[in-house]
């Protein structure tokens, strides 16, 4: 069963924008914190940013800051990641996350559910 499914990612040129959704079957998803996190080839999962479960406090990698938006829609089970001024080195397969708790951590060992990932390319 897919308690979590991301989609919008693709193909986009460098300073091009993206928003990522991620769809959730998960009961209770309202009441739980959430974030996405992202893996390049060969390189490990690292965090891009996360929210309360009401959404009012987020969390976000320096990488991104001032250039990602992370946001939900509770009343439709949905979070985003708006992605602007994409570079050439946000490219990775990007992956939503849900925890037991409702806080916004950033570490991927405080997550129990995970999407199956959404492809992100970003071309110079």
């Not at 490990?44 to 009401?54: D, I, Y």
């Not at 990488?63 to 946000?90: C, H, W």
């Not at 992956?95 to 060992?109: L, M």
Request: with cysteine.
């Amino acid at each position: 069963q897919v308690h979590l499914a991301e989609s919008g990612g693709g193909l986009v040129q460098a300073g091009g924008s993206l928003r990522l959704s991620c769809a959730a079957s998960l009961p209770a998803f309202t009441s739980r914190g959430a974030g996405w996190f992202r893996q390049a080839l060969g390189k490990e999962r690292e965090f891009v940013a996360s929210l309360t479960s009401s959404g009012v406090a987020t969390n976000y990698a320096d990488s991104v800051k001032g250039r990602f938006t992370i946001s939900r829609d509770n009343a439709r089970n949905t979070m985003y990641l708006q992605m602007n001024s994409l570079k050439p080195e946000d490219t990775a397969t990007y992956y939503c996350a849900s925890r037991s708790g409702w806080e916004a951590r950033t570490e991927p060992g405080e997550y129990d559910y995970w999407g199956q990932g959404t492809q992100v390319t970003v071309s110079s």
